[in-house]
């Protein structure tokens, strides 16, 4: 065991919460053969009675969900009703997915010979090696272990190091639901250290990971020499498209939501408004006005609508975008500023004429900060959109439904909302984004599940013959 420790440090407060072990190559090793060894049960275990674990952990997690949304609101940081969300999230992906249990079709076709049986089934993987970010503690675990475990892999979680307690939280629970001990285990520590270890280790043929794009394509470059499965969830650079036709107080209210909601730290913040000059005036002095009576507070306080950011770094990063954005040239309408005291509270901030190649319209900054950026048409508004090399989630807000339908054709992304913001994933649709978003994998709905199992096509011939395809059935000339 790493005699190292870390903390999980409050980021309302500095308070720490907890110690932890800084697991190493050494533990992340243990904890492979361990659900290697594993697997070779849990694999034969039928896929209903692993749906039913699933069934159960969803009930233990809604038995909890008031204790989870608490921990969630020190330990991270979120305001309750996101803390509350993100366990709701992980129930409904528990509840969905033990539901695959009783599913996980595969396809049966005819043969192209007499007497021959075919069909495709999914077979599990092995180990899945997860590695998960701080900004969904719960939810992302769940999205990830619930399709793992159903198909039949085991699984050794590399939690944030942010989150260490929730992770803990987690695992213990589906432990509860009789998902046996050596089937998911945690390794705590550092993602150059116990990440990058599961991301080469031999015996983990499969890693599904959500982070930054750098951290995703050190994973793929690690994970290359094995030839890997690698599953990544990466950044975004999300817009809200603002047209003239646009219900002005919805928008206002859809753009609140997506750009400070958990202050911004979501893959789909929208941290980009592409606004149309005729509306760009009035919008700019709805959103600022309401920029500037979001409450700022920690997370378990009823009162508060806008959390703390979750470290000192992730404040001193989202304040030096603020430098660089005055430096190109951006208007800053309000915010811009850390709040002084305890906590890594920083201000929502709103830029206006940005223009799109500008920096603060194209880096993730992952904090409570907007860029608005005026255009005159909805054919510049889609190529402004665009221009960033993500493409997660994407919105318009229009009573048009001609250019609704363009906007859904045209957005290089892989989610677009009509008439809402950036952010609101349900469980059964894929979740995932296109450019540098990922890498072709999806998240969630029935395409998760091509994740985890390797697909297998069966024969089976019944005539009692050698019969080969191809040859014995070979195409007969046409009748004259
Ligand atoms: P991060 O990349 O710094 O860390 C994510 C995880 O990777 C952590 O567990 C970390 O310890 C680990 N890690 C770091 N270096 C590693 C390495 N070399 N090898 C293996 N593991 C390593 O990201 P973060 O700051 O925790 O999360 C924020 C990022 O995640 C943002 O870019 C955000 O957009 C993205 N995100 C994406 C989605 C999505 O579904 N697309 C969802 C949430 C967050």
Redesign the pocket.
Known sequence: MASATFESVAPATGEVLGTFPRGDAADVDRAVATAREAFEDWRLVPAPERGNMLFRFAELLRAHKDELTDLMTREMGKVKAEAGGDVQEAIDMSFYMGGEGRRLFGHTTPSELRDKFMMSVRMPVGVVGA??????PIA?PA?KLCPALVCGNTVVL?????TPLLAARFVDLLHQAGVPEGVVQVVN????E???A??RHPDVPVIT????????I??TK?AADHLKHVH?????KNAIIVMDDADLELAVEGIVWSAFGTSG?????ASRVIVHEAVYGELQSKLVAAAERLRLGPGWDDETDVGPL?NRA?LDKVHSYTRVGLDEGAKLLTGGEPVEGAGFFYRPTVFADVSPRMRIAQE?I?GPTTALIPVRSFEEAVAAANSVEYG?SSSIFTRDVNRAFRAMRDLQAGITYVNAGTTGAEVHLP???VKA??NGHR?AGQAALDVFTEWKSIYVDYSGKLQRAQIDNAERPAPR
């Open positions: 590695i998960t970010p701080w900004n969904f992302i999205w590399k939690p944030a190091e942010d520590g550092f993602g150059e116990a990440g990058e599961l991301v990971f959500t982070g930054s794009r750098e951290t995703g050190a994973v690690a990544l969830e990466l950044g975004g730290q979501r893959c789909t913040a979750i992730a993730e992952f997660l979740f995932g984004g978003t990922g998240e």
